[in-house]
């Protein structure tokens, strides 16, 4: 009576659309997905102008995101992951190339390097803190996306500036495949702040120390 209670229950939750990550058949589908940018953002300029070479450190994800598991809240400081869907990588490692490619189409930089590599760069960006969940807290539920960062200066060893970025989406649909598409979404956005934060940063201007 007790199981039959428990797949009850887990059935509601699919109707509801969020999932019942504990319990998943053997033979049930994984659904993977990817973080990637539209076309859009294939516009911008190509790094080679004149100014500085920027070394980019992979991101750092908080404690619980370091996964490809497909977080989402309920309840605060609770996670919780989808049992079918997944991502292809960690969110983290799927947004550094991203980020490189944002960062390289800006125009403000010369070169635009992941680390490690063995190119000498005027200065470093180092970002960690990378969260992305998908919260059930309200209808719709909306991603949100998280990150803080920091602008070295290698030739004098000093911190430009440091800042929080997050970037908040509504999911057009109450399950997994909603959460990707507003997390893409989400993702761009935060991209977008990055970017006009470190041009204020390349241009010294007081906004870059908030």
């Not at 497909?70 to 980020?99: C, G, H, I, S």
Request: glycine share 6%; hydrophobic share 40%; proline share 6%.
């Amino acid at each position: 009576m007790r199981y039959w209670l428990v797949h009850a229950a887990c059935a509601l939750l699919v109707m509801t659309g969020t999932g019942c990550p504990s319990l998943r058949s053997g033979s049930e589908a994984v659904h993977t997905y990817q973080l990637s940018l539209d076309g859009s953002h294939n516009e911008a300029r190509p790094a080679g102008g004149n100014g500085p070479v920027l070394l980019v450190s992979t991101p750092q994800a908080e404690p619980g995101f370091e996964t490809p598991r497909m977080v989402y809240v309920k309840r605060p400081y609770e996670l919780e992951y989808f049992a079918a869907n997944q991502w292809a990588d960690t969110p983290a490692r799927m947004f550094t190339p991203l980020l490189v490619q944002v960062l390289s189409q800006s125009g403000a930089w010369r070169d635009v390097v992941l680390l490690p590599s063995s190119v000498t760069g005027d200065l470093r960006l180092d970002s960690y803190g990378f969260v992305l969940q998908q919260e059930f807290l309200q209808q719709p539920s909306r991603v949100r996306v998280t990150s803080r960062a920091q602008l070295v200066d290698l030739k004098q060893s000093t911190i430009i500036g440091m800042q929080t970025f997050e970037a908040i989406e509504l999911a057009p649909s109450e399950n997994a495949y909603g959460g990707v598409l507003a997390a893409n979404r989400a993702v761009a956005a935060l991209l977008d702040q990055m970017a006009s934060w470190l041009r204020e940063c390349v241009r010294h201007s007081p906004e870059c120390r908030r």
